[in-house]
């Protein structure tokens, strides 16, 4: 059943053109992954060393490049912001349903060189409880690194993340002041 959107909704979906970058490069390292396990396979070389990184690549990448695919042929919304608050699914391990009310902060940060906006829960074992075995871990290792249990980047949504963040603090804290 399709969600029904009310007139004020920001509905934004994923960019295209940045989705198509991201398969390629996903598609670049599932091919590196391929040539490291065959190097690490002949005769000359014999290298288990080798033959585990191209595996790792080759499943990690691989995994990426499936769901990307996916993303850029199911034109679901990355995410939606309205008076209650969002639905994200601007990931694979997006947060999903969040009200206003169970976000604790909201923060705008860098990591790795990637712009984010990190959303810190008030009862985030609850929230992770709610989530699927392969989910719940790897957002459990997203919380440890960066502190926020939800985490949007930039590269999900079309619109620049900095403009964003603004429009949801901005409903967010009108939220918190009518609480």
């Known amino acids: 059943m399709q969600p029904v ?6 509905i934004i979906y994923p ?12 598609l670049v390292f599932v091919v590196l992954g391929v040539v490291f396990i065959g190097a690490g396979q002949s005769e000359e070389e014999r290298s288990l060393g080798l033959v585990a ?8 990448f691989g ?13 679901k919304p990355s995410l939606i912001v309205n008076d209650e ?13 969040l009200k206003w009310a169970d976000i604790e902060e909201m923060m705008l940060y ?17 929230y992770l409880a709610r989530q699927s075995g392969f989910k719940k871990a790897l957002m459990k290792a997203n919380q440890g690194l960066v502190q926020a249990t939800v985490n949007i980047t930039q590269t999900a949504v ?10 949801m603090m901005g409903k967010w804290e009108r939220d918190r002041a009518g609480a």
């Open 5 to 10: 959107h009310q007139p004020n909704d920001l």
């Open 15 to 26: 960019s295209t053109k940045k989705t198509i970058g991201l398969v390629l490069a996903a």
């Open 53 to 60: 990184i191209g595996g790792v690549s080759v499943v990690f």
């Open 63 to 75: 995994a990426c490049l499936v769901y990307l695919v996916y993303r850029l042929f199911n034109r």
């Open 85 to 97: 608050g969002i639905v994200d699914h601007s990931s694979a391990i997006g947060g999903g349903e």
């Open 110 to 126: 860098d990591y790795m060189g990637q712009r984010f906006i990190g959303i810190r829960l008030h009862d985030a074992e609850t």
């Open 158 to 167: 079309k619109m620049p993340l900095e403009e964003l963040y603004e429009l």
